[in-house]
Nanobody
Framework: QVQLVESGGGLVQAGGSLRLSCAASGRSLETYSLAWFRQATGKEREFVACISWDGARTSYADAVMGRATISRDNAKNTVLLQMNSLKPEDTAVYYC???????????????????WGQGTQVTVSS
């Protein structure tokens, strides 16, 4: 079993920054890709960013390209999401997720991930 716990969300003004963190326990995730998704109220969950097992490759949704940076620390079993220049439309619950397949990369569908955290709320005020 894998447990993922997100933290770092909060209320921030437009133009501000947040760093989200996801800590994993239960097993090592170093052979799996990790991703961040988000879900705004009344909308479907959407892909934000993913990172390969070794951190060498990253991929971003167009909506956050240039404003988000995903990183990971396999020694600490954590994945981070740095969000800059936040906009009100970034308001959502942010979830981290583990890829279903080891070595997978650039999978953007919810079905490609099998373990999810409980989410952390990010609210951006205008």
């Amino acid at each position: 079993q894998v447990q993922l716990v997100e933290s770092g969300g909060g209320l921030v003004q437009a133009g501000g920054s947040l760093r989200l963190s996801c800590a994993a326990s239960g097993r090592s995730l170093e052979t799996y890709s990790l991703a961040w998704f988000r879900q705004a109220t009344g909308k479907e969950r959407e892909f934000v960013a993913c990172i390969s097992w070794d951190g060498a490759r990253t991929s971003y949704a167009d909506a956050v390209m240039g404003r988000a940076t995903i990183s990971r620390d396999n020694a600490k079993n954590t994945v981070l999401l740095q969000m800059n220049s936040l906009k009100p439309e970034d308001t959502a619950v942010y979830y981290c997720a583990k890829s279903r397949t080891a070595g997978a990369m650039d999978y953007r569908a919810i079905e490609d991930y099998d373990y999810w955290g409980q989410g952390t709320q990010v609210t951006v005020s205008s």
